[in-house]
């Protein structure tokens, strides 16, 4: 088997956000995640949320990889990757389950702002009222990053991708708010982190 991608702050934070989607999640059936990445988090929160299914999702050139994961994990609640490109249609869970939950974690800030902007309108199309969303990363807060890490991590970001960066809260809310979504709670996180929980309307 091919070595497993590894994410160390995917490591760090498992836990932390756990701890609160136990919460969000405790009555929720079947979770979308936006960009699973490595598939850590997905394995890691199928195990310890075994009354839900996770849907894993991302681009095709990381499906190897999260499948990697998954298949040394061998959950029965945890489903292969399907395909997620915000460029195109929303992707749609096997069987067509629907999707009560939603969950992304650092994708805001690496995806373009027109990204950022369709991410939102197909939560408005796709997802079942009540549904719970729980959004991962760093934002700023007035115009203002947290930190200097923060800050110095947008720099970086911007010379990888000029599209990519930091957003401000405030337009993610008015994003969150145009599509149907209440603020529930906005949780500071390690890292410099935070984790917006909404429920839609």
Known sequence: MMNKPFSQACENNKRPILNILTKVFSNTKHVLEIGSGTGQHAVFFGQNLPHLTWQTSDLSINHQGINSWLDEAVLANVQRPIVADLNKTWPVPKDNLRVD????????????????????????????????????????YQGKFTSESNANF???????????????????????????????????MPANNRLLVFSKT
């Open 101 to 140: 939950g939603l969950y992304t974690a650092n994708t805001l800030h690496i995806i373009s702002w027109p990204l950022v902007v369709k991410f939102f309108e197909s939560i408005a199309q796709n997802l079942t009222p009540q549904a719970s969303v729980c959004i991962y990363g760093p934002f700023n």
């Open 154 to 188: 947008d720099l970086w970001l911007k010379e990888r991708d000029i599209n990519s960066g930091i957003r401000d809260i405030e337009a993610i809310l008015l994003l969150a708010n145009t599509a149907g979504l209440n603020l529930i709670d906005d949780h500071m």
